[in-house]
């Protein structure tokens, strides 16, 4: 009997995919309430499909990279120089 081939780890197999919330919660080793009480809040940077919410694996490591050098609310794309 052949067994099912194994399920890819958080970002290795699939790194377009998006995630869910528990998978979010896993990777910022943080309770599943809180990524989601943070996605109501806007703070977290998600996307909304009808009903369900995805994260972007990029966008939320952005989001944690910014929370580290002080700044507050959603990663936003660097900004174009003014000319």
Known sequence: ?????PV??????????L????EVAEMLSV?????????RSGLIPHVRLGRYVRYRREAVLAW??????????VAQPPARERG
């Open 1 to 5: 009997m052949a067994l099912p081939p």
């Open 31 to 39: 309770p599943e309430r809180w990524v989601r009480e943070h996605t």
């Open 19 to 22: 995630l869910t919330a528990r």
């Open 8 to 17: 890819p780890v958080l970002g290795e197999a699939l790194p377009d995919r």
């Open 64 to 73: 944690v990279e910014a929370q580290e050098r002080g700044r507050r609310g």
